[in-house]
């Protein structure tokens, strides 16, 4: 099969199509035809070198989300059958590149990956496993009243996006920063205020819990109440202990329940997401160049 891996750190231009053998899959595990795989900026910290645990030895294969087709099935392989429709996830913070979704064929666990709805495209689909779990994830980490305030940064991405969308529909109070010339997207995910990407934080008024998907940092910071919660995707600077916010990371972790459930809210058109472009696996480096860039309305996607 061919795969793109990333040979070295550094620039996008490390990216190469390489020859792998073809896996198979074994106990416990299908064999998926790749249709769709999703480049996140976790991809890009990945070939730079900048994961948690320190850099990983190329050559290594990037890529968490994928959706495709079931082309054979190990021993234990449950109810999955060739033809089968699947979107899932590689737990990449454990493959760490030894089995990415930068390829034709993947050997998933089962445990990886959720049934693909007719009539959600494999490319649609990509774009949900990482960012709505770490979405939903850091909306439980919040541990919110009924009814609460809270701002989301970065809710023209994906990350954002889904939470924006996941704590309105729980019935909060959403403020959200818009993207430029992308507010009124974010203003139809259902929040109650769109922020400009370029309003100083602090003029908002401070509200109880902040999650800052982006992130910004210190700007984000001053938009929590005193007594607060700051959720990041990212290490951020701590904030001054004095005003007992308490500072958490989100750190994702696979469900394959809650992956269901969302796959199915995307699929009756109960959350939304979106494709910015796709582009074929062997133009990854310049999926990568994009992503880099910033300003993309949605997610890169490379299809075979």
């Known amino acids: 099969m061919q795969a793109v891996a990333v040979t070295a750190q550094g620039g996008p231009e490390v990216l190469r199509v390489v020859e792998r053998p073809d896996p198979v899959p074994g106990p416990g595990q299908v064999l998926v035809r790749v249709l769709a795989a999703v480049v996140h900026p976790a991809d890009v910290a990945a070939r730079l070198g ?5 850099p990983i030895e190329p050559p290594f294969l990037p890529g968490w989300d994928f959706a495709g087709e079931v082309v054979e099935v190990g ?13 899932g996830m590689v737990p990449w913070y454990v493959t760490r590149g030894a089995v990415g979704a930068y390829a034709e064929l993947i050997a998933a666990d089962t445990g990886w990956v959720v049934p693909l709805p007719d009539g959600l495209s494999p490319a649609v689909a990509a774009t949900v496993p990482l960012n709505a779990l770490t979405a939903r994830q850091a909306l439980d980490l919040m541990e919110l009243p ?3 305030t809270l701002l989301v940064t970065g809710a023209s991405g994906g990350v ?13 109070r959403v403020l959200a920063v818009a993207g430029r010339d992308d507010e009124d997207w974010v203003r139809d995910l259902g929040v109650a205020q769109v922020v400009p990407k370029d ?8 509200v109880p819990a902040v999650l800052d998907a982006v992130p910004l940092a210190e700007s984000a910071a001053k938009a929590v109440a005193d007594g607060g ?15 007992g916010i308490r500072q958490q990371v989100v750190l994702i972790r696979f469900d394959q329940a809650l992956l269901r459930e969302l796959i199915v809210e995307v699929a009756g058109g109960r959350l939304r997401t979106r ?14 160049r994009i992503v880099e860039a910033g300003g993309v309305r949605g997610k890169v996607v490379l299809t075979p």
Not at 50 to 54: A, F, N, S, Y
Not at 75 to 87: L, Q, T
Not at 199 to 206: H, I, K, S
């Open 199 to 206: 309003a100083d934080l602090a003029d908002v008024g401070q």
């Open 50 to 54: 900048l994961v948690p645990g320190g």
């Open 75 to 87: 021993d234990d392989g449950g109810d999955y059958r060739p033809g089968d429709r699947v979107v």
């Open 146 to 148: 009924p009814a609460a």
């Open 160 to 172: 954002g996006g889904f939470a924006a969308q996941l704590a309105a529909r729980a019935g909060h």
């Open 229 to 243: 919660v700051l959720i990041t995707t990212r290490p951020t600077p701590p904030v001054d202990p004095a005003r």
């Open 275 to 288: 494709v910015a472009t796709t582009l074929p696996l062997a133009r990854a480096a310049e999926a990568h």
